[in-house]
């Protein structure tokens, strides 16, 4: 069965400071996909990235970056530089063959100006 | 170019009431899926409609059942109604094993 830890409830942080949220990951499949989701208050998933496993290779768009660790079961997420903006709920997600994520509780992000 | 819209936003229910959610895709997606997310909590799948039947089910009662219209649309049905339903349910639609596509959910509340 596939799981997802994320072990931050609430993280607070103030703008401009770099901060990483953690994802740890479970799955018995070699092929598998991992994302990252972000919800705002308005409820909607806006999705930042899918990996898949096969792809270790660290990833980076503009302020956001990812690492990918097969051996430790981890697909951190960091932010450098956080703005008022990043404030929102970010959702980890495993899928087994690419078909149902099942996702993490959540970590909330809060960033103060 | 719409994406995936969900009707209606809120709504309040009386426990042991029926209700349903409606989901309209994203163009050119022909597979829905359901999924409840309590306050605080990840969202937790509940159903995955593809070519007008049920193509997989998570953990969750026979109180939940849906449906798939020729047009790719679906609605969430949820019987008897307890207090624990009350939740944000998030539709999602995709098309093959491409990403999903999520619409900002209805937030339901059982009193």
């Known amino acids: ?113 | 170019d719409a994406g995936v819209t969900q009707s209606p936003t809120h709504l309040i229910k009386t426990r042991g009431q029926q209700v349903t959610l409606r989901c309209s895709p994203k163009s050119g997606h022909d597979t829905v899926s359901w999924y409840q997310q309590a306050l605080g909590q990840g969202p937790q799948f509940i159903f995955q409609y593809y070519e007008e039947e049920e193509r997989q089910r998570g953990n969750f009662p026979d109180r939940f059942s849906g449906h798939q219209f020729p047009n790719y649309s679906s609605e969430l049905n949820v019987n008897a109604l307890l207090l624990g339903d009350s939740a944000l349910y998030l539709c999602a639609s995709s098309f093959g094993t491409g990403l999903f596509a999520f619409g900002s959910g209805t937030r339901l509340t059982v009193v």
Request: charged share 20%; net charge negative; glycine share 6%.
């Open chain 1, 1 to 113: 069965a596939q799981k997802v830890t994320q072990a931050q409830t609430e993280i607070s942080v103030v703008e401009k400071e770099d901060v990483t949220l953690d994802c740890v990951y479970e799955t018995r499949d070699t092929t598998y996909y991992l994302f990252w989701y972000k919800q705002p208050p308005s409820g909607e998933l806006v999705f930042l990235i899918r990996r898949n496993s096969f792809d270790e290779q660290n990833e980076i768009s503009g302020r956001y970056s990812w690492n990918f660790q097969k051996s430790t079961s981890s697909f951190n997420f960091t932010i450098t530089a956080s703005q008022v903006v990043d404030s929102a709920v970010y959702f980890c997600a495993l899928s087994e063959g690419g078909y149902i994520p099942t996702f993490g509780r959540g970590t909330s992000l809060i960033v103060h100006p």
